[in-house]
């Protein structure tokens, strides 16, 4: 019974902040998204072009179309966030096929996506904005945190399938 209460404590210690460690929301979503990123562009820098290539179904995204797919979002979550019009100008899924030319798509999203995080107060991200219905900017943020998980863990199906080991469990 001890160790329960000893491990209990222990447990609600190392959730809570100490004074003046306190995280704002953006700053844990920002947190959230970053640990995303890291992996999706470590897997765009590993993926050969036969990797790129997969398609474990004719009905599923190739790897690229993933990736590309991946790059696109962050501009339509980040700028909705924002409460702006979109910058992109390309359709990345259909256009961007090489190595190279993905982690060029995939940094353009995220370094805007950044530049959205680093103007973000807390009291900007409770102003409610519509996407895919009504939200607010912290729920699109968390939303596109979300969506970047659900298309890597598909990234992480198609590694395994081809005998790579994911950039999250190096």
Do not use: W
């Not at 979550?77 to 961007?96: D, K, V």
């Amino acid at each position: 019974m001890l160790y329960r209460r000893v491990l209990a404590a222990l447990a609600f210690l190392a959730c809570t902040p100490l004074a003046g460690e306190a995280q704002s929301v953006t700053e844990s979503l920002a947190g959230l998204y970053d640990v995303t990123k890291t992996n999706i562009m470590a897997t765009a820098e590993l993926a050969d072009a036969e990797l790129l290539a997969y398609r474990p179904t004719d009905e599923v995204r190739s790897t690229a179309e993933l990736l590309g797919h991946i790059a696109n979002a962050q501009f339509a979550f980040c700028s909705a966030a924002a409460g702006e019009s979109s910058p992109q100008t390309e359709n990345y899924e259909e256009t961007r096929t090489t190595r190279d030319g993905l982690i060029e798509a995939l940094q353009a999203g995220f370094q805007y996506c950044d530049g959205v995080f680093d103007a973000m107060t807390d009291e900007d991200g409770a102003r409610a904005v519509t996407f895919i219905g009504p939200s607010t900017a912290h729920g699109v943020l968390a939303f596109n945190s979300a969506h970047n998980y659900e298309h890597y863990g598909n990234l992480v199906t198609y590694m395994r399938m081809n005998g790579i080991v994911p950039p999250s469990s190096r």
